[in-house]
Nanobody, 120 residues
């Protein structure tokens, strides 16, 4: 029943900013680990940023200092603020949530993805 929906993608020039949002249909963010992933054409889906239920964050080296992940558990929403965007950031961005409220291993949910295109 839980669904994740991403929004905020679009076309932006290099050096610009975008803010992506991920909203869950169910109340799972209190105990869930939230991650943003991206997949460029011809490449695998890679982790961009992760935030735990306690607010601990982790980023891939390519986006450190430019991207910021955050969450609002009361709204079941997570965001990815992307600044100083580069053409190589162009990809489909996906939201992922792993809910540990019921099982030790967690239940994984994925959003449908939102396109981010950065022009040079």
């Amino acid at each position: 029943q839980v669904q994740l929906v991403e929004s905020g993608g679009g076309l932006v020039q290099a050096g610009g900013s975008l803010r992506l949002s991920c909203t869950a249909s169910g109340s799972i963010f209190r105990s869930a680990v939230i991650g943003w992933y991206r997949q460029a054409p011809g490449k695998q889906r890679d982790m961009v940023a992760v935030i735990t239920s306690g607010g601990i964050t982790r980023y891939t080296d390519d986006v450190k200092g430019r991207f910021t992940i955050s969450r609002d558990n009361a709204k079941n929403t997570a965001s990815l603020q992307m600044n100083l965007l580069k053409p190589e950031d162009t990809a489909v961005y996906y939201c992922k949530a792993v809910d540990f409220s019921k099982t030790t291993d967690g239940q994984t949910y994925w959003g449908q993805g939102t396109q981010v295109t950065v022009s040079s």
